[in-house]
């Protein structure tokens, strides 16, 4: 089946620097590659994602950039800012309606 | 955003009892739910998929009379885990997807607490 893996599994970078999520998957034939934002406590939340036909996408402060070739689509976050500090999950999904397989995460802290 | 809602937020039971969690699409009808189990500072373990009106699909090494799972309506499943026992100390989460070919993202519960003593 599908694996997901997570680099780095913690990250601290200082307020206004940009943060870098690597993720790599296994199956090529996976399609769909969402990030979720978890803070302490609270739901994971759907951030940004990007389909298997795209190589970039952005939306404001984070962008998601996927290269099918070696199976790896990362997270770029500009501009960080302390409300950013949270857990980030990548996840990978073979087809349409089907579940998620996650990566392990990485704890973002964004220090003041 | 589409709302789910999971009940309880958090409960601690004895050794042997049995705990039923659920989870409600609030706003939405949702053919599928997931749910995941989270270890603390931990990724999401999916351990089953169910679909509206028919039996749940296992991940493999989860044991299915142990956690049993029920989506009996579109705003409704449910995860009762039998003769609970410490190690089945987790926090347990659901994320229902509605139905149709234009729906693919999840939205997730807020997660329930299990401790079991």
């Known amino acids: 089946g599908e694996n997901v893996e997570q680099h780095p599994s913690t990250l601290s970078v200082q307020e206004g620097d940009s943060a870098v999520i690597k993720c790599t998957y296994s199956?090529?034939?996976?399609?769909?590659f969402p990030w979720y934002k978890q803070e302490l406590g609270k739901r994971p939340q759907l951030i940004i994602d990007?389909?298997?036909?795209?190589g970039e996408k952005k939306d404001q402060r984070i962008a998601v950039t996927l290269n099918k070739t070696a199976k790896h689509f990362s997270l770029h976050i500009t501009e960080t800012q302390p409300e950013d500090s949270a857990v980030y999950f990548c996840a990978a999904q073979l087809s349409w309606g089907q579940n998620f397989v996650f990566g392990p995460g990485t704890r973002l802290s964004v220090l003041p | 955003g589409a709302v789910v809602s999971q009940h309880p937020s958090w409960v601690i039971c004895k050794s042997g009892t049995s705990v039923k969690i659920e989870c409600r699409s609030l706003d939405f009808q949702a053919t599928t739910m997931f749910w995941y189990r989270q270890f603390p500072k931990q990724s999401l373990m999916l351990m089953a998929t169910?679909?509206?009106?028919?039996?749940?699909?296992?991940e493999q090494g989860v044991e299915k009379d142990k956690f049993l799972i029920n989506h009996a309506s579109l705003t409704l499943s449910t995860l009762t885990v039998t003769s609970a026992h410490p190690e089945d100390s987790s926090f347990y989460i659901c994320s229902a997807r509605g139905g149709g070919a234009g729906y693919n993202e999840q939205f997730f519960g807020p997660g329930t607490r299990l401790t079991v003593l």
């Open positions: 169910s679909n509206e009106g028919s039996k749940a699909t296992y």
């Open positions: 199956d090529s034939a996976s399609n769909y």
């Open positions: 990007i389909r298997s036909n795209v």
